[in-house]
T-cell receptor, first 113, second 113 residues
Framework: AQSVTQLDSHVSVSEGTPVLLRCNYSSSYSPSLFWYVQHPNKGLQLLLKYTSAATLVKGINGFEAEFKKSETSFHLTKPSAHMSDAAEYFCVVSDSNDYKLSFGAGTTVTVRA | EAGVAQSPRYKIIEKRQSVAFWCNPI?????LYWYQQILGQGPKLLIQ??????VDDSQLPKDRFSAERLKGVDSTLKIQPAKLEDSAVYLC????WGEGSQYFGPGTRLTVL
């Protein structure tokens, strides 16, 4: 069985400061890992994905994530937060055999001016 | 490239009524998913189609929920009769055959009174 735990339900940062969203995963197989973002009343948008290539993954809008197998983590970072980054972020794990996605509970990001 | 289309965007019904949601996936995507997202939680998979066949419906409450994808393109999800606890956002996603990334539509927000 696969699962993810997002360690923070809510993160608040000031505009221009770094953002860190923490995610730990559990998977029986070689996992694929994703971060999705959901803005209010919008669908889920793929930020980035890890599929056993480079452990540091760069995504859209300046986000990146690092896969650490020894720590079973896939934390999402951005060096400088923008007001438009205020949204809900989901860490997602997928078993590469069946492509089913298991979502974390989500982290709400608030950006202060 | 057009994204995943869903309609309606919002629906309000009384409990015990019926409701149907429609999804048109990205052209050429063989796999289609329906998710239920309850407020404050991550999406939960209800059913997965591969072309017009069901791959996984283990989480679909089959006593009241049904879904079909008759021609292997668009899909409908029906709830009959609705319960208060069915209030949620229903997300449709699609992916190309053999690819882990899923592309989500904007969702249908259902309120059951």
């Amino acid at each position: 069985a696969q699962s993810v735990t997002q360690l923070d339900s809510h993160v608040s940062v000031s505009e221009g400061t770094p953002v860190l969203l923490r995610c730990n995963y559990s998977s029986s197989y070689s996992p694929s890992l994703f971060w999705y973002v959901q803005h209010p009343n919008k669908g889920l948008q793929l930020l980035l994905k890890y599929t056993s290539a480079a452990t540091l993954v760069k995504g859209i809008n300046g986000f990146e994530a690092e896969f650490k197998k020894s720590e079973t983590s896939f934390h999402l970072t951005k060096p400088s937060a923008h007001m438009s980054d205020a949204a809900e972020y989901f860490c997602v794990v997928s078993d590469s055999n069946d492509y089913k996605l298991s979502f974390g509970a989500g982290t709400t990001v608030t950006v202060r001016a | 490239e057009a994204g995943v289309a869903q309609s309606p965007r919002y629906k309000i019904i009384e409990k015990r009524q019926s409701v149907a949601f429609w999804c048109n996936p990205i052209s050429g995507h063989a796999t289609l998913y329906w998710y239920q997202q309850i407020l404050g939680q991550g999406p939960k998979l209800l059913i997965q189609f591969q072309n017009n066949g069901v791959v996984d419906d283990s989480q679909l409450p089959k006593d009241r929920f049904s879904a079909e994808r008759l021609k292997g393109v668009d899909s409908t999800l029906k709830i009959q009769p609705a319960k208060l606890e069915d209030s949620a956002v229903y997300l449709c996603a699609s992916s190309p055959w053999g690819e882990g990334s899923q592309y989500f539509g904007p969702g249908t927000r259902l309120t059951v009174l």
